[in-house]
T-cell receptor, first 117, second 112 residues
Framework: AQSVAQPEDQVNVAEGNPLTVKCTYS??????LFWYVQYPNRGLQFLLK??????LVKGSYGFEAEFNKSQTSFHLKKPSALVSDSALYFC???????????????FGKGTTLSVSS | NAGVTQTPKFQVLKTGQSMTLQCAQD?????MSWYRQDPGMGLRLIHY???????DQGEVPNGYNVSRSTTEDFPLRLLSAAPSQTSVYFC???????????FGSGTRLTVV
């Protein structure tokens, strides 16, 4: 079954420290992987994606993610956290679906990032 | 460029009522999806479409119908609202599924 797991409901980090939000996936074939961020009472904003190429992907707002095929992981990272990074983060994988030759995103349950000043 | 527009933003329904959540995109995207977001559950796929006239069920389709008569519009219909359908609903679109999806700002639905 195709799935995404975010093992941590919440990650707490002090401002200025590095942060990591973890994601593992299970999908058939080559994975297309995404990270999205959601601020309170807002929709989801695209941060970055991995399709192919360099295992370290750089995205918006200084975030990056490392793809590890052997560990089936796609962890989100930032070298120095900001209080304004506090939000809900979702990992997603493009999954081939069901009865049609199409795809949609399958999401993890989300990780709340809290950055303290 | 409006992106993905969802209406209404808020709605309160009584159990048994029906309604349609509207979703429109102006980016000529082929792929469109509906998700519901519930606390601790992440986003769960309700229905999706890969082009006009083509729709299919996602993870949690029961109680919902969709149609895709045009590329731009992908309405979600609740046939007979139930309290379990209280949620925040998001519509998303993508050109071909390989890039990022663009999300609407959501519809917060309460069924009493």
């Amino acid at each position: 079954a195709q799935s995404v797991a975010q093992p941590e409901d919440q990650v707490n980090v002090a401002e200025g420290n590095p942060l990591t939000v973890k994601c593992t996936y299970s999908v058939s074939g080559n994975p297309y992987l995404f990270w999205y961020v959601q601020y309170p009472n807002r929709g989801l904003q695209f941060l970055l994606k991995y399709i192919t190429g360099d295992n370290l992907v750089k995205g918006s707002y200084g975030f990056e993610a490392e793809f590890n095929k052997s560990q089936t992981s796609f962890h989100l990272k930032k070298p120095s956290a900001l209080v304004s990074d506090s939000a809900l983060y979702f990992c997603a994988v493009r999954a081939a679906l069901y009865n049609q030759a199409g795809t949609a995103l399958i999401f993890g349950k989300g990780t709340t990032l809290s950055v303290s000043s | 460029n409006a992106g993905v527009t969802q209406t209404p933003k808020f709605q309160v329904l009584k159990t048994g009522q029906s309604m349609t959540l509207q979703c429109a995109q102006d980016m000529n995207h082929e792929y469109m999806s509906w998700y519901r977001q519930d606390p601790g559950m992440g986003l769960r796929l309700i229905h999706y479409s890969v082009g006009a006239g083509i729709t299919d069920q996602g993870e949690v389709p029961n109680g919902y119908n969709v149609s895709r008569s045009t590329t731009e519009d992908f309405p979600l219909r609740l046939l007979s609202a139930a309290p379990s359908q209280t949620s925040v609903y998001f519509c998303a679109s993508s050109q071909d599924g390989s890039g990022g999806y663009t999300f609407g700002s959501g519809t917060r639905l309460t069924v009493v």
